[in-house]
């Protein structure tokens, strides 16, 4: 299981176009809602979320993901359940996915020191010892990063390549013409 925190303010492709690509490679995945079971996105898109953050058990992810957008990656930040799963996929070598401005809550807490990472211009100053990188999207050991919306594609099959394999994004991406 992977799970997508939504918080009020998220940058709508950034999470939405991932949660597809997941989905259409076979991966299970659930949306959790952290500021209510309906999330309003950054630009007025309210979604549905599968689930709230009191009704997840940690125990069963494969990663998380955390997008990003304003107020979205603070209202993520500031939740004792984002943190929480942060710090279980961490100490556990699980996946952890964040675009534009996520990785700054990743890099507050120390987890991105000596990594390859990209975020969203101006956030940079949070990757506290990380290695940045100008790539759309990329990935070091456990932590896939990615630059903002226009990269949310790119971070979605490298999502999918993470936890199924290359030849499954590859196949994907061909059929979806993302070539």
Same mark, same amino acid.
């Given at each position: ?7 009020? &303010? @998220?940058? +709508?492709? +950034?999470? $939405? ?5 997941? #989905? ?36 069963? !992810? ?6 990003? &957008?304003?107020? &979205?990656?603070?209202?993520?930040? /500031?939740?004792?359940?984002?943190? !929480?799963?942060?710090? @279980? *996929?961490?100490? #556990?070598? %699980?996946?952890? &996915?964040?675009?534009? *401005? ?6 507050? /807490?120390? $987890?991105?020191?000596? #990594? =390859?990472?990209?975020? @969203?211009?101006? @956030?940079? %100053?949070?990757?506290?010892? !990380? /290695? ?13 990063? *990615? ?5 949310? $594609? ?7 390549? *993470?936890? /199924?394999?290359? =030849?499954?994004?590859?196949? $994907?991406? #061909? ?5």
């Amino acid at each position: 299981m992977v799970y997508v925190f939504l918080a009020d &303010g @998220f940058e +709508e492709v +950034e999470a $939405l176009a991932p949660v597809d690509i997941l #989905r259409r490679g076979g991966v299970e995945v659930k949306t959790v809602g952290v500021t209510s079971k309906t999330v309003c996105g950054s630009h007025g898109i309210p979604v549905v979320c599968d689930t709230e953050t009191g009704e997840i058990d940690f125990s069963d !992810a494969e990663g998380i993901i955390l997008p990003g &957008g304003m107020p &979205g990656t603070l209202n993520l930040e /500031k939740s004792e359940t984002v943190n !929480a799963a942060i710090d @279980f *996929a961490a100490t #556990r070598g %699980k996946l952890i &996915g964040a675009i534009c *401005a996520a990785p700054s809550i990743l890099g507050k /807490k120390g $987890l991105l020191e000596g #990594r =390859n990472v990209t975020c @969203f211009d101006g @956030f940079e %100053k949070y990757l506290y010892g !990380a /290695k940045l990188s100008s790539l759309p999207a990329v990935r070091d050991g456990q932590f896939i990063t *990615a630059r903002g919306a226009g990269a949310a $594609l790119d971070f979605g099959f490298l999502l999918l390549a *993470a936890i /199924k394999d290359e =030849n499954t994004a590859q196949e $994907l991406r #061909r059929g979806m013409k993302y070539v």
